[in-house]
């Protein structure tokens, strides 16, 4: 069923859905970044707290009823899970959103996005249960209203709003109760009534670190592949788990994803393939934009993606680790997103710190240039003990990595 603006369909009447996709998909031109959002909404039209904005580094809602992922489909840039049954009485809307992310920066709009489309499906089926194409809709805005899944005399519905912004995320954000701290990051965002705390914007530099959470300052190395360490508990609990992946070059530190070959750039990214006890695997890495979550499934967070190449203590991913009894095993890789495959330059270097344990040191010692993506370390469960190892692999990419660890995913082309 295609809709025009402003029609609604019931989407509890068309069949008994227990879990609704809403798949989102869009081409871009001149190097335009979409990001995908949701605002879940109680009567007065306002978020109650942190945790009811949904995007990028806040991707699951309430334990997952409402998830936020990379698609595998290569015509869907983003997908939400809706799992509406579950949604508690006191929500009555959440408004599905688009932004341009540098707008201000590089003169950017919607007129630069074509093809964007919103279509409903239940989970498993490849039949749309309807479809909103808004290419009608899109101009000058930069912020982007696309449509809102909502409750009227207890059935769930959804609306084709296309409602457009010119002022961006930081528009929509005041609309629905969220505030945008303008000293940080404009993908740094704190509500009214807290605030987000896992941003690498605002981690200052590893001493800060070590500082705040009071983590043990012994080093232990693991020189070569294969060398492993058990990770120190306190009252049962590994508490939180920072892992940190940082390079340098000569005598000057630079930024993780500086220039290492004179003036070609290079960026260079931290991800993590990981495999939960309940079956669960997943891919956690900016690229495809899915950032995890530590509070919930999988408890990993990436801190965001520097695109700046300014970040002089690299990139951080959060494992919590009071959850340890419901993970697995979490694959650490590097791969460089953009520019030569020239790791021997590099220096590469992945910390891995403890609130109550030494911080464990892995270099990257035994580089192959020419190779992509490096599997660097592997963290597994053994006996509710995290037992970390340096595997330091190269491989061409991903999917290469991928088989070697037999993970089994589906891999497709993916971006920032």
Known sequence: MFLKKGQKIDLDKLSNIEELDMEIGWKNFQNVEVDISAFVLEG??????????????????????????????????????????????????????ATIYEYKSKNQNFSSVKNMFIRGREKGSNTDIFRFDLDDFLSLETGLIIGEVYKYNGYWKFNAVASGYTGGLDALCKDFGVTVDENINSKTLSTQSGKLKEDMSKIANISNINEKNNINLSKIELKKKGDKIDLTKKNNSLGKVIVNLNWTRGEKKTGFFGSILGNNGIDLDLGCMYELKNGEKGVIQALGGNLGNYNYSP??????????????????????????????????????????????????????????????????????????????????????EFIVEKIEDYYKGHEELDKKYGFGFRWVAGKK
Do not use: H
Not at 57 to 69: A, E, V
Not at 345 to 355: E, N, Y
């Open 44 to 97: 007065n039209n306002k978020v109650k707290n942190d945790d009811d904005f949904i995007f990028y580094n806040n991707s699951r809602w309430d334990k997952g009823i409402i998830q936020l992922k990379e698609s595998n489909d290569i015509n869907v840039n983003s997908t939400f899970k809706f799992f509406l049954k579950k949604i508690p009485n006191n929500i009555s809307k959440i408004a599905i959103t």
């Open 299 to 384: 408890y990993i967070n990436l801190l965001g993606d520097d695109r700046t190449g300014d970040s002089k203590e690299g990139e951080f991913l959060w494992i919590n680790g009071d959850k340890i009894n419901e993970v697995k095993r979490i694959l650490i890789y590097s791969f460089i997103y953009e520019g030569v495959s020239n790791w021997s330059q590099a220096d590469g270097i992945i910390r891995v710190l403890q609130l109550n344990g030494p911080e464990v040191v892995i270099k990257l010692s035994e580089p192959r240039n020419g190779f992509g993506m490096c599997g660097a370390v592997l963290i597994e469960n053994v006996n509710n």
